[in-house]
């Protein structure tokens, strides 16, 4: 239970970050977490991880799932 719990708060930290640097909804943001997973082949919640752990040293803009 606490794992699925972590799981939630570290996908809403990816999110927000998301929807703060790239002004899009929740739903766009869940979606460009998604995309990044499947075609990283990596699970949702390690790519919100990186995300949320690293995200002052990414460029998020540079991503292969970046949408103008």
Same mark, same amino acid.
């Given at each position: 239970?606490? $794992? !699925?719990?972590?799981?939630?708060?570290? =996908?809403?930290?990816? $999110? /927000? =970050?998301?929807? !703060?640097?790239? /002004?899009?909804?929740?739903? $766009?943001?869940?979606?460009?977490?998604?995309?990044?997973?499947?075609?990283?082949?990596?699970?949702?919640?390690?790519?919100?991880?990186?995300?949320? @752990?690293?995200? @002052?040293?990414?460029? =998020?803009?540079?991503?292969? @799932?970046?949408?103008?």
């Amino acid at each position: 239970m606490l $794992k !699925a719990i972590d799981s939630r708060d570290v =996908i809403g930290q990816a $999110k /927000g =970050i998301l929807m !703060a640097r790239r /002004g899009i909804t929740a739903e $766009k943001a869940f979606d460009e977490l998604r995309r990044a997973s499947q075609n990283l082949n990596i699970k949702l919640t390690e790519v919100a991880r990186l995300l949320a @752990t690293h995200h @002052t040293e990414l460029d =998020i803009s540079d991503s292969p @799932t970046a949408r103008p």
